[in-house]
T-cell receptor, first 112, second 112 residues
């Protein structure tokens, strides 16, 4: 069974704080993704990594950065959190030879 | 931009009835997938249909794809209370096929 874990289920941060969201997978998948999910907007891709130290911008990368130093770990960084980054953040993984993405349970972030 | 658009946004039916959800998309695809999300959780893959397929079944799920109309439907037969969830269609992108584009989802409620 693929297991994708996210460091926190719920997180409350203040405007201007630096926020780290971590995602860890145990199935050696090459690709990892960060999405945010907002009511009425579905899931939107923030960043994507296809290999260690490799990253690609998604549809809404502004205000975010990512880090992938090890294959199993993909971090999403909010350099200076803002209230409009309050959202549900979902991490997903994908094996190169497959088409199905596997999702973590999500982190609900509230920025005050 | 959102490629997949689900219809309806919300659907409420009685247990035992069939539930049909629709998805429309805008550009050419290699495949279309349906995912399910239980409240406040991550997404789980349900079924994938390729662009050269017209219909696919998996248990109580039936998916159709009409590439000429750029639309797909998901039918859940003999619904159960446990089917209550949000359902999302996701299309790949011809360039960068690892990246999926998700619709806004249909919120399905099964009343006992």
């Amino acid at each position: 069974d693929v297991k994708v874990t996210q460091s926190s289920r719920y997180l409350v941060k203040r405007t201007g704080e630096k926020v780290f969201l971590e995602c860890v997978q145990d199935m050696d998948h090459e690709n990892m993704f960060w999405y945010r999910q907002d009511p009425g907007l579905g899931l939107r891709l923030i960043y994507f990594s296809y290999d260690v130290k490799m990253k690609e911008k998604g549809d809404i990368p502004e205000g975010y950065s990512v880090s992938r130093e090890k294959k199993e770990r993909f971090s999403l960084i909010l350099e200076s959190a803002s209230t409009n980054q309050t959202s549900m953040y979902l991490c997903a993984t994908l094996r190169d030879t497959e088409e199905t993405q596997y999702f973590g349970p999500g982190t609900r972030l509230l920025v005050l | 931009s959102q490629q997949g658009e689900e219809d309806p946004q919300a659907l409420s039916i009685q247990e035992g009835e069939n539930a049909t959800m629709n998805c429309s998309y805008k550009t050419s695809i290699n495949n279309l997938q349906w995912y399910r999300q239980n409240s406040g959780r991550g997404l789980v893959h349900l079924i994938l249909i390729r662009s050269n397929e017209r219909e696919k079944h998996s248990g109580r799920l039936r998916v159709t794809l009409d590439t000429s109309k750029k639309s797909s439907s998901l039918l859940i037969t003999a619904s159960r209370a446990a089917d209550t969830a949000s359902y999302f269609c996701a299309t790949d992108r011809i360039q960068g096929a690892q990246k999926l584009v998700f619709g806004q989802g249909t919120r399905l409620t099964i009343n006992p």
